[in-house]
């Protein structure tokens, strides 16, 4: 039996082809090369190829990586930089086209007019908003902010132009200073529509249908 086996193993050594075949899978295996003291393990090209390593598909792996790494993820770490708060923009005032259509369409947003009592009244619009150059977010920094007011405070307080109006609105100095200078000189000049022009305007202050001339809304900040 012992004698069999031997005889196998002498044949199967001195066959051509087993030669060929372990040579071919010597070469394909990495070789290990010395350089100084760094130690490099050498793939060979015909393993690159065959394994899909080559220099075209290292390309194509990292601009696939490039193409997912663009791609906005919602569990990472920064959001939208349209969804950012006002906090963190800078955002312009609402342009005045001052009830010029054909500019509204062609800038494509901006205010008709300004000024309203109510939400309904107010006219809403869109404004150029930029982040912070120290806040992170994703996507465009500069963008258009939807849904601003058309809304702007002057030095038009309400408190103050009901107290001259009560006290000092015989000589139209409540009209004076909401800018309405063409009926405040009349008011001043028939002291107060003998008085009942002077309680009109108290009541038209009260129930806020008299408001300043250049359509700003009063200023709520003291």
């Not at 309203?116 to 258009?144: M, N, P, Q």
């Amino acid at each position: 039996m012992r004698i069999f086996y031997g005889i196998l193993a002498f044949l199967v050594a001195t066959n051509p082809s087993a030669r060929a075949i372990q040579a071919r899978s010597d070469k394909e295996q990495p070789q290990t090369v010395v350089s100084g003291t760094a130690v490099q393990s050498v793939v060979p090209v015909q393993a690159q190829l065959s394994s899909g390593m080559g220099p075209s598909s290292s390309a194509s792996s990292s601009s696939g990586a490039g193409a997912a790494n663009s791609a906005f993820f919602p569990l990472g770490p920064n959001v939208m930089c349209s969804f950012l708060p006002r906090d963190f923009l800078d955002c312009k005032d609402p342009i005045d086209h001052r009830e010029n259509v054909t500019a509204q369409n062609e800038k494509k947003h901006g205010c008709l007019r300004f000024g309203g009592s109510t939400y309904e009244d107010v006219e809403h619009t869109s404004v150029v908003c930029t982040v912070f150059a120290d806040i992170d977010c994703f996507g465009d920094r500069t963008f258009l902010r939807d849904g601003v007011p058309c809304v702007r405070y002057t030095d038009h307080y309400f408190v103050t132009t009901l107290i001259y109006s009560m006290l000092l609105g015989f000589l139209g100095m409540d009209r004076f200073c909401l800018g309405q200078t063409g009926t405040a000189v009349g008011k001043l000049l028939t002291m107060g529509g003998v008085g009942v022009w002077w309680i009109i305007d108290v009541i038209l202050l009260i129930t806020n249908n008299l408001l300043p001339e250049d359509g700003s809304n009063w200023n709520p900040y003291v």
